[in-house]
């Protein structure tokens, strides 16, 4: 064997010089060609997998051939190491051998049970099994194969389970097995197939496929990013649709300082040459693009997915936080994504359990042409503010222009009729910029120097970072319940006192 090698080598050599030379005949030249797309094709599979939970096929050799193991194995990957957990068909082994490491059974008194890392999947590893089944305790070497099934159809994949949503109810994500069936409401459905994993025959037209991992991502919707940035996914996201100067969420305004995040053109007209000559397959937007179809149309053309995602949709402030989990998912960071979003309702829980101030709240700007924006009273902001103990009311005022919109203009008028004894004034920062002073307010409009909040000093603004700040949410809901039970100490991460 080793001869053979050497003497393969030693061919290989020759060819390679002859080519330099130019001096090499076609058909050397063609051997050379055809050795290297032989050599690319028979390198190594990756066995890396993203991390999460997975089921694979395993089998054994080795032995007297009466034991074997479960004929499926759980792999478990974190931070890029897998283990695996096999369950044998016996209750004798004591321990195992794993690389020289042992082992010890972990289920006393049933099937003799071992979890231990391997280098992923597919991988083939020797192995020591300690069995007491006979007069005296014997190491018998195996060999275990860890592989991904090869033939898989989707009409026989099974529900496994559900990823457990406690607010949001614009989304769901229905497990089977290695498999994640996404559905956003009225924005179509997604199989996430992790590294790997084989993707099934008979996928439903209607059902994207998206192949993890996911990167070079082109991200449209900016109020998302925050929540990517806050699961370690940004690594996954090379192109936006903001520009440096237009990001208040600090690291992507660091990424796209240092080059590894680009500006690809805005929602409604993108890059199209750029993002495919970078790779990119798979685009967040938001439902902005509804208004560009064609965009849609045409990323899709180009074989660059598209996901719409409806954060803004949730009327709990805290459904549209738990996205969070959609997007730790699809970038492989599913834990990090439920830790985060697990301390941020723990945060604000006592604040949810109190009962409400009966105090009025009034969330606006003032837009250039002198109208207020406000927000829906079926809307999250609106929900937050009831979260932290206040009230929004419009008084009788009714939205006129039935849209999907969060937000509706009133007229200065209609406004100050609704709005005169509100207890607090919280300024939408993000719509027009901040304010720096009462004084600037009433400037706008002299009529809000009758405002009850006004002459108490119970005037806030928002920064203009509001609509990215995604994961803001408590902090906002902190705030506003310190305004208005006077508890606390006056510190306010979200809101500023003018």
């Given at each position: ?325 959609l997007f730790g998912i699809l970038f492989g960071k599913q834990q990090q994504a439920d830790d985060y979003f697990n301390k941020q309702v723990k945060r604000v829980k006592p604040i949810m359990e109190k ?144």
């Amino acid at each position: 064997m080793k001869s053979r090698k050497l003497t393969v080598i030693i061919v290989s050599l020759c060819m390679c010089v002859s080519v330099l030379s130019g001096c090499g005949s076609t058909a050397e030249k063609e051997q050379v060609q055809h050795a290297a797309e032989t050599q690319t094709a028979t390198a190594e599979p990756d066995t890396s997998l993203e991390d999460g939970e997975y089921t694979v096929n395993v089998e054994l050799e080795g032995g007297s051939g009466r034991a074997s193991v479960d004929s499926e194995a759980k792999v478990k990957v974190t931070d890029g190491q897998a283990y695996a957990t096999i369950v044998w068909s016996s209750t004798y082994y004591d321990y195992m051998l794993v690389d020289g490491k042992k082992y010890t059974n972990e289920n006393e008194g049933g099937n003799s049970t071992f979890t231990f890392p391997i280098a992923g999947v597919p991988c083939t590893m020797d192995v020591v099994g300690d069995t007491t089944a006979m007069s005296q305790p014997h190491e018998i070497d195996y060999t275990l194969t860890f592989s991904f099934a090869k033939d898989v159809s989707f009409k026989e994949l099974k529900q496994t389970g559900q990823v457990k949503l406690s607010y949001a109810d614009q989304f769901q994500i229905d497990e089977y097995g290695n498999y994640k069936l996404i559905t956003i409401v009225d924005n179509g459905r997604f199989l996430l197939i992790p590294k790997g994993v084989p993707v099934p025959a008979d996928v439903p037209e209607d059902v994207t496929v998206l192949q993890q991992p996911l990167n070079h991502v082109y991200l449209v919707s900016s109020a998302v990013m925050d929540l990517i940035c806050q699961t370690g996914g940004l690594s996954h996201v090379a192109y936006t649709a903001l520009k440096e100067d237009d990001w208040y969420v600090q690291q992507a305004k660091d990424a796209m300082a240092d080059g590894s995040l680009v500006y690809a053109g805005k929602y409604s007209a993108p890059d199209y040459e750029q993002l495919l000559q970078g790779g990119c397959t798979f685009a967040i937007e938001n439902t902005m693009v509804t208004h560009n179809p064609e965009v849609k149309e045409k990323l899709e053309e180009l074989g660059i997915r598209v996901m719409v995602e409806r954060s803004s949709y949730e009327k709990h402030p805290l459904g549209r936080l738990e996205w969070i989990k959609l997007f730790g998912i699809l970038f492989g960071k599913q834990q990090q994504a439920d830790d985060y979003f697990n301390k941020q309702v723990k945060r604000v829980k006592p604040i949810m359990e109190k009962k409400s101030t009966g105090k009025k709240v009034a969330f606006f700007a003032v837009s250039s042409d002198g109208t207020i924006t406000v927000r829906k009273p079926n809307d999250y902001v609106s929900a937050m503010i009831g979260l932290a103990g206040g009230t929004y009311s419009l008084g009788n005022y009714t939205d006129e222009e039935k849209n999907a919109l969060s937000t509706m203009k009133m007229q200065m008028e209609d406004f100050y009729s609704a709005e005169i004894d509100a207890d607090v004034l919280i300024y939408n920062g993000t719509i027009e910029g901040e304010l720096t002073s009462i004084d600037e307010l009433v400037k706008k409009n002299s009529l809000f120097a009758d405002f009850q909040a006004v002459k108490s000093g119970q005037v806030y603004t928002t920064g203009s970072n509001f609509y990215q700040q995604s994961t803001g949410t408590c902090d906002f809901i902190e705030d506003l319940n310190q305004i208005l039970t006077g508890e606390g100490d006056g510190t306010y991460r979200f809101l500023k006192k003018l």
